[in-house]
């Protein structure tokens, strides 16, 4: 069977330009999984061209779609028997992180007891967030690179509460929060007053140029931007416009759930052109805990099966990059334009 026919049809049909390889990896989560969640985290392209290709597979008879999920056809076995199952052979001691929390047991602990209150996720602003465990992975990988001790951070949005393992940690000299959501900014002023660390917190719109007293000041920026082209530049062009000297750092979330390997290289040449440097992309580094507005997103709509997942299956890849001689960021102003959507988009 021609993968190449096969991927066309479906980049056409979804508007989402997918390869020979997508196909591949695909068919060999299928061998793997039968449910459409797990389908979507092994196959590693955004979930429309996904969803978009079972119907294809099932119209060519390759699978056939019940509740219990997707089965290959005797056809579809002979069309993957010599494609390779999808296998995850990362460690399983770090979940592939490549970073050990052995040194901050404490933190851990303390993190662990205090997020277990935090509000919900809430659709209006496109809210979903990780795990404590990526949360404190994300801190120790910015430990470990001299992102953290003596440092001043800025979060641009804090869904994940890592102002919060900073803070607890001690290790900083400033944290500071922009955010839109106000019982996130309360929760986090709340924590802090509790545990008894200081922080800067402000309601921020980031479609907005960065206030005045944010630009230049800071070692480091964190940010989780939503996978549109026009989100990436502004939050992660915010995050560059707050960042002191060459040398600082960035760090974000990319998926590859809501973004082809196309809107990835569009993502990178722009930031690239702030004169900044990639230093590091780790594969699947940041684990989303189900956000429990499934049954509302786009992604619910497109899937073929119509069952609530079982386990984590977002994930994204963590960026980290350094600034240059010469970088600047970006202080265009959207307005009240909605960035937050494209047609590889589905989760919110
Ligand atoms: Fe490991």
Known sequence: MDFKDLAKEISSRSKIKINRKNIERLLGALRKTKLP???????????????????????????????AGFKLTARGKEVVKDIHPVEDISCSDCEGRGITLEKFSDLEKKFLRVQKNRPGAIRRFDQGYVTPKTTLSRFAVAYERGDVVGKEIILLGDDDLMSIALGLSGLTKGITVVEIDKRLTDFIQETADKEGFKINVQTVDLRHPLPKEHVKKYDAFITDPPETIKAADAFIGRGIASLRAPGSAGYFGFTRREASLTKWYDVQKLLLK?????????????????W???????????????????????????????????????????????IYEDVESSTT
């Not at 969640?37 to 699978?63: C, G, T, Y």
């Not at 619910?300 to 010469?326: C, H, M, Q």
């Open 37 to 67: 969640w797990e389908l979507v985290d092994l196959s590693d392209f955004p979930v429309p061209a996904v969803f978009e290709s079972m119907k294809v597979l099932e119209e060519k008879e390759i699978i056939s779609i019940s509740d």
């Open 274 to 290: 702030y004169r900044i440097v990639f230093t590091d992309i780790v594969h699947n580094f940041n684990e989303y805990v189900n």
């Open 292 to 338: 429990g507005y499934e049954e509302e997103t786009r992604a619910w709509r497109l899937s073929p099966i119509k069952v609530r997942p079982r386990k984590n299956w977002y994930r994204s890849a963590l960026y980290r990059f350094e600034t240059l001689d010469g970088f600047r960021g970006n202080f265009k102003d959207y307005g009240e334009e909605n």
